[in-house]
């Protein structure tokens, strides 16, 4: 846990959230400023910047991420029109809180390119 992180003190429940699913390794939220009808924010538990950040010791828990974010989309009902996975990475790409997320937006159709 990074102690000034924002995410590490909802996995920890120092700032509440709205739990959609949680493992040993994984935790699930929805975004409290949704930019789709389904907006869910996916994270490791383990305190991670981004995906550059991760080495060969986080292969396993960045495809269980993918995985997990399947299952989610899937329980949301996504799969029928389909939904976009997002990772923001910098501040070029659009990054604000520094703990490694997975968007996952659907329910209406998203535009492309991005902003
Ligand atoms: P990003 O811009 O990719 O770093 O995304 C950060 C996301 O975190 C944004 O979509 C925010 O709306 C979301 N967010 C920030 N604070 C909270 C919070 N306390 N609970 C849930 N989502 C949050
Ligand atoms: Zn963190």
Redesign the pocket.
Request: hydrophobic share 40%.
């Given at each position: 846990m990074a102690t000034d992180c924002?995410f590490c003190k909802?996995i920890s429940g120092e700032?509440p959230?709205t739990e959609v699913y949680s493992d040993e390794d994984v935790y699930a939220?929805?975004?409290?400023?949704p930019?789709a009808p389904t907006?869910i924010?996916v994270i490791p538990k383990k305190h991670l910047v981004d995906v550059k950040s991760a080495t060969l010791d986080d292969e396993a828990l960045l495809g269980k991420l993918l995985l997990r974010a399947n299952a989610i989309a899937e329980a949301e009902g996504l799969n029928a029109n389909g939904f976009r996975y997002?990772i923001?990475t910098g501040s070029d790409g659009?990054?604000?809180?520094f703990h490694l997320?997975l968007?996952i937006l659907g329910g209406r159709a998203l535009s492309w390119p991005p902003g």
């Amino acid at each position: 846990m990074a102690t000034d992180c924002l995410f590490c003190k909802i996995i920890s429940g120092e700032i509440p959230s709205t739990e959609v699913y949680s493992d040993e390794d994984v935790y699930a939220f929805r975004d409290i400023n949704p930019a789709a009808p389904t907006h869910i924010l996916v994270i490791p538990k383990k305190h991670l910047v981004d995906v550059k950040s991760a080495t060969l010791d986080d292969e396993a828990l960045l495809g269980k991420l993918l995985l997990r974010a399947n299952a989610i989309a899937e329980a949301e009902g996504l799969n029928a029109n389909g939904f976009r996975y997002v990772i923001n990475t910098g501040s070029d790409g659009g990054q604000t809180v520094f703990h490694l997320h997975l968007h996952i937006l659907g329910g209406r159709a998203l535009s492309w390119p991005p902003g």
